[in-house]
């Protein structure tokens, strides 16, 4: 049973095109994560929901547009790419206990996204 | 801003001895939560251990401790009878409340297991 899980894993693709990928969790939580992790293995949080409200926004520009339909999915579209988009893409999920600080992030296998 | 430093880009160790991976942090807050987490090369991220700042017993899962001093801001993971499977790249993460529940990663420490 995949607990998070993403798609596609790998995407190739050229520079100007749109492209999307899903992702869906079966663990019941409320909170949805993207990160992202660079050639040099950084990784850093890109854009979080709560219930499908986004409570975080990073700085990362308005190409990157994440939807979530319902709590249980979290899809990051992206328009015009380009190279520098080249990287890994996690999602993940984690239940936030009101009041408490006790909730531990499960990660998706990745997106391995190329821009050529 | 919190941020999570990982002094050793690369590590070794041999077969059935033990590591200690170093992560230091800078924070002004005094609830959060502290994480390591391993990428194997499949690069999927599977949690480790992980530290609640208000607790002052170390957390162990099974092979895995760490050693949590707060006022040093310091939490570093020891490997014991290391594993050719433990062989990955490792991350510290710092996580608080007030940070939106966001991860903050470290740069990451490849361990080499050898025969």
Same mark, same amino acid.
């Given at each position: ?16 095109? =749109?492209?999307? %990928?899903?992702?869906? &969790? ?5 909170? @949805?994560?993207?990160?992202? &992790? ?7 949080? @890109? ?8 409570? %975080? ?6 190409r ?9 999915h ?6 015009? $790419?380009? $190279?520098? =988009? ?10 936030i ?5 006790? =909730?531990? &992030? ?6 391995? $996204?190329?821009?050529? | 801003? /919190?941020?999570?430093t ?28 502290? *994480? ?7 690069? /999927?991220?599977?949690?480790?251990? #992980? ?10 899962? !099974? #092979? *895995? ?9 310091? *939490? ?6 290391? /594993? ?6 490792y *991350?510290?993460?710092? #996580? ?5 529940? #966001? ?6 420490t490849?361990?080499?297991? !050898?025969?």
């Open positions: 049973d995949t607990a998070v899980s993403q798609t596609p894993k790998y995407l190739v693709t050229q520079m100007g095109n =749109d492209k999307s %990928i899903k992702c869906e &969790q079966n663990l019941g939580h409320d909170t @949805m994560y993207w990160y992202k &992790q660079d050639s040099k293995k950084f990784l850093k949080i @890109m854009f979080s929901y709560n219930n499908k409200e986004l409570i %975080i926004n990073e700085t990362v520009p308005n990157f547009s994440p939807k979530s339909p319902d709590k249980a979290l899809n990051l579209h992206i328009n015009s $790419l380009e $190279l520098g =988009d080249s990287a890994v893409y996690f999602c993940a999920s984690s239940q206990s009101p009041g408490e600080y006790t =909730d531990t &992030q499960y990660f998706g296998p990745g997106t391995r $996204l190329t821009v050529l | 801003a /919190q941020t999570v990982q002094s050793q880009p690369e590590m070794s160790v041999q077969e059935a001895e033990t590591v200690t991976l170093s992560c230091t942090y800078d924070t002004s807050e005094s609830d959060y939560y502290l *994480f390591w987490y391993k990428q194997p090369p499949s690069r /999927q991220m599977i949690l480790v251990i #992980r530290q609640e700042a208000y607790k002052q017993q170390n957390a162990t899962e !099974n #092979r *895995f401790s760490v050693n949590f001093q707060k006022a040093a801001k310091s *939490f570093s993971l020891k490997i014991s009878d290391s /594993q050719l499977g433990d062989a990955a790249m *991350f510290c993460a710092y #996580r608080s409340e007030t940070s939106g529940s #966001r991860l903050t990663f470290g740069e990451g490849q361990l080499t297991v !050898n025969p």
